[in-house]
Nanobody, 118 residues
Framework: QVQVAESGGGSVQAGGSLRLSCVASGGVFSINNMGWFRQAPGARREEIAVISSSGIINYSNAVKGRFTISRDNDKKAAYLQMNSLKPEDTGVYYC????????????WGQGTQVTVSS
């Protein structure tokens, strides 16, 4: 069974940057689609960035132009570079993985807290 684990969260001031990492174990990582999600206090979980097994990338409008998703299949890792952070970016960030080419998010990390102060 695939397991994923996020790291790299923390507290920053508005305008700052953070880089989140997601390391996977088990499965064949190269065929999985990977995604980053977040959940702000009192809000529903939001899909913010996705990278497919073939390298196709999509961002939500809220983060487009500020965040960059990438993956390293040799390291079985996905990353989210977050620049120009805003207070509204505050929330718990989750990494998720599909099984093969499916677009069902089957595997989830435990979440990492990101707090952006004004």
């Amino acid at each position: 069974q695939v397991q994923v684990a996020e790291s790299g969260g923390g507290s920053v001031q508005a305008g700052g940057s953070l880089r989140l990492s997601c390391v996977a174990s088990g499965g064949v990582f190269s065929i999985n689609n990977m995604g980053w999600f977040r959940q702000a206090p009192g809000a529903r979980r939001e899909e913010i960035a996705v990278i497919s097994s073939s390298g196709i990338i999509n961002y939500s409008n809220a983060v487009k132009g500020r965040f960059t998703i990438s993956r390293d299949n040799d390291k079985k890792a996905a990353y989210l570079q977050m620049n120009s952070l805003k207070p509204e970016d505050t929330g718990v960030y989750y990494c998720a993985s599909t099984r093969g080419s499916s677009w069902t998010w089957d595997y989830w990390g435990q979440g990492t807290q990101v707090t952006v102060s004004s």
